[in-house]
């Protein structure tokens, strides 16, 4: 009797981990848990006494991180996936839909990704870093955040397409997490409707519920035949 009812508890355990993990990805065009990072182009500090190497790691990669900055991008990827409207993080993207005229709901991040800079004693006295990445999904750019030292997202203001689409140039002071905003307006594919979503989770509160019920019938079964012997 043990062992059935811990099968059935294991089983609704199991049944709600998975709600989860199908749970719809907030203002993500997808899971960033699947994501490559942008290509790195190039990578130029103004400052030529800096040595240092440019990293840029993904979401997906988040284990290669040091810990503050695994800590930090998984906050940033809470922030993002716990919203339904990106411009509710910063007031300068919700200026800027509002200048392109664009629906500030069909707005998602397709790349979330960690730059930092590696193999350089004297970082802290370099500024300014002229860098070029390739990304997918840039013929819908609609800006570049990054999450500052102060812990707010704020637009980096000479992000801009180039090469035909292919490479996104931009300047940048410091660094750590960046999302590239794309829109997704008129392009169901990538962002699914809620409803699907709410349908995956029924479809899962249903099997709880058989689950339960399976349990109440192992009791019953069991009762019944102690009573009668």
Avoid at 15 to 33: D, E, K, N, W, Y
Avoid at 169 to 198: L, Q, R
Wanted: glycine share 4%; aromatic share 6%.
């Amino acid at each position: 009797m043990k062992k059935i009812l811990a099968i059935c508890l294991a089983t609704i355990i199991a049944v709600c981990l998975s709600v989860g993990s199908f749970a719809a990805p907030g203002r993500f065009v997808s899971s960033p848990s699947g994501n490559p990072a942008p290509r790195l182009v190039s990578f130029e500090p103004t400052d030529d006494e800096c040595t240092g190497q440019l990293v840029v790691i993904p979401y997906a990669e988040r284990d290669a991180l040091p810990a503050d900055l695994k800590t930090l991008i998984e906050t940033v990827y809470a922030e993002i996936a716990g919203t339904d409207d990106l411009t509710s993080l910063s007031a300068d993207l919700s200026k800027l839909a509002s200048d392109m005229n664009l629906d500030s709901k069909a707005l998602a991040v397709s790349d979330l990704f960690d730059m930092h800079i590696v193999n350089c004693d004297q970082h802290e006295e370099h500024f300014n870093f002229n860098i070029v990445l390739s990304a997918e999904a840039l013929d819908k750019f609609v800006a570049l955040l990054h999450m500052n030292e102060n812990g707010e997202w704020e637009l980096v203001e000479n992000a801009k397409v180039t090469n035909n689409g292919e490479n996104l140039e931009f300047s940048v002071k410091s660094f750590s997490p960046f999302a590239i905003v794309v829109n997704t307006e008129g392009d169901v594919s990538e962002v699914p409707p809620e409803t699907s979503d709410h349908a995956i989770i029924y479809v899962y509160a249903g099997i709880m519920l058989v689950a339960v019920l399976a349990i109440v019938v192992v009791f019953v079964v069991i009762k019944r035949r102690k009573q009668k012997s």
